[in-house]
């Protein structure tokens, strides 16, 4: 299938919603492609009451001409704004051969990729039951039964106190909150919330619906069970102690997902996709919005989606009229950044045989003395399985100080049909080998 | 859980399992106490990122393999194969 569009948005989440909307409303033919079963990204997701700002958006979308492929994955980029996606379960759900692949042109690209969660290892984190904040979240979104669950929630970021107020209102029993910062670092976020009444709303909610004791400086030192965790050990200061608990949502903060637009060769600076004023990327006509550019929140994403659009649909005069208030908000991203910075001790969370790449069950025994990632992935596989180190590169990161290796298609895995045809289309024979290791691996 | 009539029905690993309409993969593998798939070194796993991103929750669906079970919705009659079930048989 390959088609054509004047305005193309990658990730439904609400900058590449607002950013879609936006060009339908200017008028462009614009097309919204997202890996999610259904629009809204994660901070939108279905499967729990959402904001009015949430409910218009998606209203907005649902009546507009925007052409939908949602539950379709990008798996590579042939062409600066060529982009290639697989229909998510295509043969789950009895359709073709197994494959169905959309090859899709654009005169420009606005990536919305968002943002994935920080995993950090542990002795016990890969135990079933044992997953991130917003990733218990989604579950629990997706239908999964939270009533009278004891749950730990841990890591840093708001993230926390959003999701544990969730699942507290979807009947879990909330154990304990586990915030790795400081309280004062905490406070000083606050202060800065104060000046953005949503946030403070926000905040009250989440608190009203917990009921439960915030602690501070505190985090898990390991996860225990069998076959699922049974209890975890917290510890804050010198105090150590063991809970009981039915499930563990711990994720450190958030990592924008950069991937495509490093497979685009977008510029990136300090992990983050380099853009001017009007979201435009150091690739002409691929535009960024959202979580990619930093963490800012929802507020942040929507606006730099609509300037994203009003700048792609050339009308850059409008694009930089709102660059002032995209600026007032800048600093909420440099406040949340400094609130979230992760206590070197938790480097000291990992023992050698604790499991860093769930994929390939490298040890992280087997890392210690790696020069960098490069070597790390050539000697023992660290980061080549299906996640293609989306979970153990941030960790390793975290851990070693290694940064990321150069992105090569696929950006995502893909079914070696889907390869084979692609390459047929665009004579990149290349990447079949490397789908068929993919595949291998699993 | 919801009754048949207001649910969907879908086997996991052989034994029926009744879940509200809208409902992941993921969620209803978690719900009939299974994991969904066993690592390299033989541990047990389950969804981790919800999201798509860590590929912990991929199945067997409908004889497709590696479907991340946490973006697929289920449907009705769907036939879902964890790595739990294969590592029993093996």
């Given at each position: 299938m390959k088609q054509h569009f004047d305005v193309l948005v990658v990730g439904a989440g609400p900058a590449g919603v607002v950013a879609a909307v936006t060009a339908a409303q200017c008028g462009q033919r614009a097309a919204l492609v997202d890996?999610?079963?259904?629009?809204?990204?994660q901070i939108w997701r279905s499967g729990a009451p959402l904001p009015k700002a949430a409910r218009a958006w998606l209203a907005r979308l649902e009546s507009s001409r925007v052409v939908r492929l949602q539950g379709w994955r990008v798996f590579d980029a042939p062409g600066r704004t060529v982009l290639l996606a697989e229909r998510n379960g295509a043969s789950a759900a009895g359709l073709g051969d197994g494959t169905e692949i959309a090859e899709l042109h654009a005169a420009k690209v606005i990536l919305a990729t968002g943002a994935r969660e920080r995993f950090l290892p542990f002795p016990g984190w890969t135990l079933p039951h044992v997953t991130g904040v917003g990733g218990l979240d989604a579950l629990t979104r997706g239908g999964l039964p939270m009533a009278g669950k004891r749950v730990v929630v841990a890591g840093t970021g708001p993230l926390l106190l959003a999701v544990a107020g969730h699942l507290a209102g979807n009947?879990?029993?909330?154990?304990a909150v586990c915030e790795q910062a400081p309280l004062e670092r905490l406070v000083r976020l606050g202060m800065h919330v104060l000046r953005e009444p949503g946030k403070l709303w926000q905040g009250m909610q989440y608190r009203r619906a917990m009921r439960t004791r915030l602690l501070t400086r505190c985090w898990v030192t390991a996860a225990h069970g069998e076959d699922r965790v049974r209890s975890v050990t917290l510890r804050q200061g010198k105090k150590h102690w063991e809970v009981g608990c039915d499930a563990l949502a711990c994720g450190f903060h958030l990592v924008p997902n950069t991937e495509l637009a490093e497979l685009l060769g977008c510029r990136v600076e300090e992990g983050l996709v380099a853009t001017d004023e009007q979201m435009r990327t150091s690739v002409e006509d691929v535009y960024c919005a959202g979580e990619p550019t930093g963490i800012g929140g929802v507020e942040l994403s929507r606006l730099e989606g609509q300037i994203a659009a009003l700048a792609a649909c050339g009308r850059g005069e409008e694009a930089r009229g709102m660059a002032a208030r995209r600026r007032g908000k800048l600093g909420f991203v440099r406040a949340l950044a400094a609130a979230c910075q992760l206590d070197?001790?938790?480097?000291?969370?990992?023992?050698?045989?604790?499991?860093?790449c769930r994929c390939e069950d490298v040890r992280f025994r087997a890392l210690r003395g790696r020069l960098n990632w490069r070597e790390a992935k050539l000697q023992t596989r660290c980061g080549m399985g299906p996640c293609q180190g989306r979970v153990c590169g941030a960790a390793t990161e975290f851990l070693f100080g290694w940064g990321a290796d150069s992105v090569r298609p696929p950006v995502f895995p893909a079914a070696v049909a889907s390869l084979a045809a692609a390459g047929q289309a665009n004579?990149?024979?290349?990447?079949m080998t490397t789908s068929e290791e993919t595949e291998e691996n699993v | 859980m919801r009754e048949a009539g207001g649910g969907v029905s879908l086997m996991v690993n052989g034994a029926s399992v009744t879940v509200a309409p809208g409902t992941t993969v993921a969620a209803a593998v978690m719900m009939a106490g299974t994991m969904t798939r066993t690592s390299v070194s033989g541990e047990p796993r389950a969804p981790l990122c919800g999201m798509g991103i860590c590929f912990e929750c991929r199945v067997t669906i409908d004889g497709a393999t590696h479907q991340r079970s946490c973006q697929i919705v289920c449907a009705p009659g769907m036939d879902v194969q964890t790595g739990a079930a294969e590592a029993r048989q093996a």
């Open positions: 890996d999610n079963p259904a629009a809204g990204g009947g879990a029993r909330i154990v070197p001790e938790l480097k000291k969370l990992t023992t050698d045989e604790t499991i860093v004579n990149f024979t290349a990447t | -």
